[in-house]
Each structure stands twice: as C-alpha cells, then as structure tokens.
C-alpha cells in the first residue's frame, strides 16, 4: 500500500557515471517533484511535472533531467555524475496545490 | 521570492517538557503553511497544515500551530513531548498559485532525553 516508492533506496557510483532514480506514486494525484537534502538536512525543490508537464524548473545543472511518462511516475536521470551531487533525494506528489506526500528517499554517494 | 527561518536549530528537552518550535516566513501575499516532520532514516510525513480558516491549527500527535499573520509566523508546539518525538522539523511555505514550489525552512533538530 506504499504511496509514494522511489528506487533505489541507495545508490553509490563514480564520478562521471550516469544513474537514473524512478518515483511512482499510487495515489492519483496530478503533480510530482524532485527535491534535493543535502547533508546539512536542508531541503531545496528541483522539478515538478503537473499531467506530464514540467511546470517548476529552478536553477538545477542540465545534467539533471527529469522525465514523466505518465501522471503516475516522475524518473530522475543525472548524468556526468559530480561529488557535489551527493545528497538526499526526495520525490513527492500531491493533488494540485494541496500537501505533499513524500516518499522514502534516494542516498546518492558519489565516490 | 519566499523564504523561510526556524531559528531554533538544535533542541534538547527532558520527556514530558513542553515545545514550541519557531518559524517565520517572508512573502507579501497569500501562502499556505505546514510543519513536516522527518524521524531518523525516515521520509518526510505531514504534521499540520495551514490554509486557511482557524489559525489555530491541531495535527497529528498532540501537534498544534498557530498562524500569526502579523508576525509571519507559524510555530509549532507541543504540551508534553515523547522520547519518540525525538527528529527533525521542517517548516514550509508555499504561495497560492503558485505552482506549489514549496519552500523549506533549515530545520530544527529535536533530541527529547528519557
């Protein structure tokens, strides 16, 4: 009965690898996002998609690229893969402008 | 553009001590307010939420707010806290119409001692 399921739950790569995180989320709602922790716990958005379409873009490196293939899934793909790039990420839903449900978060190492 | 202060970053309590913890925002207009909580290793889960109405809000958990417009404020409390209250808080603002980009405060860690 997961909500929102992000996989995988850890991921450790090198630098300059490519790596995708998927989201899924079961709860009928319109709109997902990608938020980034960092390892001071502070929580900063990077995308959201309403019905497939990206509406929130902030200052995010190209290298990242989000994609929706449907209402219910928002995938992660990170490409030339930094040291900065490690962190906490978090995919979320709602319906509309109301709360967002998180799901369980994504460790990304980049050694 | 909107931001968000908890100026309490690190919070020790004895059980049964009473919380309140601090958040302020910054934006003209008209926002929605609400108060996560993320428990050690866990996912980010929804205490309370503001929209509208009372300002005077009840979450879960013995969790209440309260929204003081003048103040620009929203802070959290709590009568009597647990041990399992023992995480970390985040405080969020969105603006209405805006797209729900939800803009996080710095958080506070709260460590409550047996």
């Known amino acids: 009965d997961t909500a929102v399921s992000q996989t995988p739950k850890y991921l450790v790569t090198q630098m300059g690898n490519d790596k995708s995180i998927k989201c899924e989320q079961n709860?009928?709602?319109?709109?997902m996002y990608w938020y980034k922790q960092d390892s001071k716990k502070f929580l900063k958005i990077m995308f959201s998609?309403?019905?497939?379409?990206?509406?929130i873009n902030e200052t995010v490196p190209n290298r990242f690229s989000p994609k929706s293939p449907d209402k219910a899934h928002l995938n992660l793909h990170i490409n030339s893969l930094e040291l900065g790039d490690s962190a906490v990420y978090f995919c979320?839903?709602?319906?509309?402008?109301?709360?967002?449900?998180f799901g369980p978060g994504t460790r990304l190492t980049v050694l | 553009a909107q931001s968000v202060s908890q100026h309490n970053h690190h919070v020790i309590l004895s059980e049964a001590a009473s919380l309140e913890l601090g958040c302020n925002y910054s934006?003209?207009?008209?926002?929605?307010l609400f108060w996560y909580v993320q428990y050690p290793g866990q996912h980010l889960q929804l205490l309370l939420k503001?929209?509208?109405?009372?300002?005077l809000v009840k979450g879960i958990k013995g969790f209440e707010a309260e929204f003081i417009k003048s103040k620009f404020s929203f802070n959290l409390r709590k009568p009597s806290v647990q041990w399992s209250d023992t995480a970390e808080y985040f405080c969020?603002?969105?603006?209405?119409?805006?797209?729900?980009?939800?803009?996080f405060g710095t958080g506070t860690q709260l460590k409550v001692e047996l």
């Open positions: 979320a839903s709602s319906l509309r402008d109301n709360e967002q449900f």
């Open positions: 709860l009928g709602h319109d709109t």
């Open positions: 998609y309403n019905n497939k379409e990206l509406i």
């Open positions: 934006y003209g207009g008209t926002v929605n």
């Open positions: 503001y929209f509208s109405g009372d300002p």
């Open positions: 969020a603002v969105n603006v209405r119409g805006g797209g729900n980009k939800l803009t």
